[in-house]
Antibody, heavy 126, light 107 residues
């Protein structure tokens, strides 16, 4: 059974770079059936998709964050990472990693976030 | 970006009541619509994918329907453990987008 676990600093100073890692257990980041994804949730607010990486290394980012985001993977460590540069207080949030899996539905298919990490709180403050 | 408009933002219902949450997409997304349940301090949990397919292990009191760009999540008989915030999400295209959430409480 695939499990995800986020790790990284819980406190980041304004203008610095937020760095988080998601370790995959029970599965492989090299799987071609899903995208490895980062999602965040500011305090008291809804969910925001940050972006994903595919096993091939192809990435896709939310246009609202694209200039500041980098998602990468390390197949030797079976993990993938998020870097968000030039952070401000608005980047304070719970950050989740998740698997965006292709799920068959009869004659078609649908992607959905079927597995999530427990989430990690990141606060941006001096 | 595809906008997902969810309503209501909150509701209060009695145990055993039928509860309905609606989500409207700003453009056609076929059946690429998923529903999640989020409890305080926990990661969201996938309930329904492809508009109407129940994820494994999810109680059958949860169901989903679609009509064009309108999607509905129904809880047929509200239980205490259903207190949570529910989100819709489209997976038709990127950026993936979520509805604003519906907080469900017991009256």
């Amino acid at each position: 059974q695939v499990q995800l676990q986020e790790s990284g600093p819980g406190l980041v100073k304004p203008s610095e770079t937020l760095s988080l890692t998601c370790t995959v257990s029970g599965g492989s980041v090299s799987s071609n059936t899903n995208y490895w994804t980062w999602i965040r949730q500011p305090p008291g607010k809804g969910l925001e998709w940050i972006g994903y990486i595919y096993y091939s290394g192809r990435t896709d980012y939310n246009p609202s964050l694209k200039s500041r985001v980098t998602i990468s993977q390390d197949t030797s460590k079976n993990n993938f990472s998020l870097k968000l540069s030039s952070v401000t207080a608005a980047d304070t949030a719970v950050y989740y990693c998740a698997r965006d899996l292709v799920l068959p539905t009869g004659t078609t298919f649908c992607y959905a976030f079927d597995i999530w990490g427990p989430g990690t709180v990141v606060t941006v403050s001096s | 970006d595809i906008q997902m408009t969810q309503s209501p933002s909150s509701l209060s219902a009695s145990l055993g009541d039928r509860v309905t949450i609606t989500c409207r997409a700003s453009q056609t997304i076929s059946s690429h619509l998923n529903w999640y349940q989020e409890k305080p301090g926990k990661a969201p949990k996938l309930l329904i994918y492809a508009a109407s397919t129940l994820q494994s292990g999810v109680p059958s009191r949860f169901s989903g329907t679609e009509s064009g760009t309108d999607f509905t999540l129904t809880i047929s008989s509200l239980q205490p453990e259903d207190v949570a915030t529910y989100y819709c999400q489209q997976s038709h295209s990127t950026p993936r987008t979520f509805g604003q959430g519906t907080k469900v409480e017991i009256k």
